[in-house]
């Protein structure tokens, strides 16, 4: 009993050091580029660098869950792109009120993330080849259901105000903040209850902690695991009605090489790609370094192929963190 609570106590410290790590870099990047440029820390360009990690931001919230199984979803991306095209389809094509469309994106997002977990937990196929499977099939249901071009929103300019209108503005006057943003911290806000005050959050640890474990003590692994693929269907769902919203059109060829900013997030923020660890809070510090990160090398005129560089050199320096800091366990 003794060693259990040692090991818990552990491990809640560690966590805490990785959070206190995460915001202490965030911090320190702010006050570089800060320092760098005093184009920086206006409010239009944080503004920016908020709505810029909106969409990544949903992405990395529901690929947290499946990484702290110790899984990975390469298909958030293109899902997300698939979600936009059908939101399109039911609002452009078929005329349905926004709701039910805004409701079907998601719900594709979700459909999406069951047939992943089937996959994974019934049919045994490695998280890796079946997330790779999916991200191709809906990467070509995209292209095939829209024909491959754009669909526009043009004739429900309501649904643009989703993402880019401004209800901030009606509570406090002047005080402009698109709803994406708004969105995004609503989305982590309700992730965090999943995960840290339901039992699909307690499950989903325990999964990623010890697996067999899991499953000898009579919890039914298979079935929580679909779960947990379906909400991060779900939050690929919103994060393309999101995108979606912000462009007033759903772009087919989107969505490629998101997944991979969304996994960087993810493991920035603190999340253990051997599973049992991470917060939802470590994710949003992480999605936002990576919007920092960006914004700020671009303000210094960095050139976009050395941007992707020092981009990677980041995520390799998160991993190799999360190594040291398991080995030290």
Known sequence: MELAILKKSKAVESGATQKILAFGSLILLLII??????????FDNLVAIMLSTAVIGVLALGSTFVIITGGIDLAVGTVMTFSAVMTGVLITFWHT??????????????????????????????????????????????????????????????????????????????????????????AAIFASIILSKTIIGRFNFAIGSNEEATRLSGIS??????????????FSGLAGVMMASRLNSAQPALGAGYELDAIAAVIIGGTSLSGGKGSIL????????????????????VKQEWQ??????????????????RRGK
């Open 308 to 325: 992707t560089v020092i981009t990677g050199a980041v995520v390799i320096m998160a991993v190799y963190v999360d190594i040291m800091r």
């Open 221 to 234: 692994v298979d079935k929580w695991k679909i779960i947990i693929y379906t909400i991060t269907g779900a």
């Open 97 to 186: 009120w926004v709701i039910f469309g805004v409701a079907g994106g998601i719900a594709t997002g979700a459909f999406c993330g069951i047939v992943s977990g089937v996959l994974i937990a019934k049919l045994k196929i490695p998280p890796f080849i079946a997330t790779l499977a999916m991200m191709m099939v809906t990467k070509g249901l995209s292209l095939v259901v829209s024909g491959a071009k754009p669909i526009y929103f043009n004739d429900t300019p309501i649904f643009s105000k989703i993402s880019m209108g401004n209800i901030s503005a009606s509570i406090i006057p002047g005080f402009e903040i698109p709803n994406a943003i708004l969105l995004f911290f609503g």
């Open 33 to 42: 580029f800060s320092a760098a440029s005093s184009n920086f820390f206006r």
């Open 282 to 301: 470590g994710t949003v510090i992480g999605a936002l370094i990576m919007s920092v990160l960006i914004n700020g090398l671009r303000i210094l005129s």
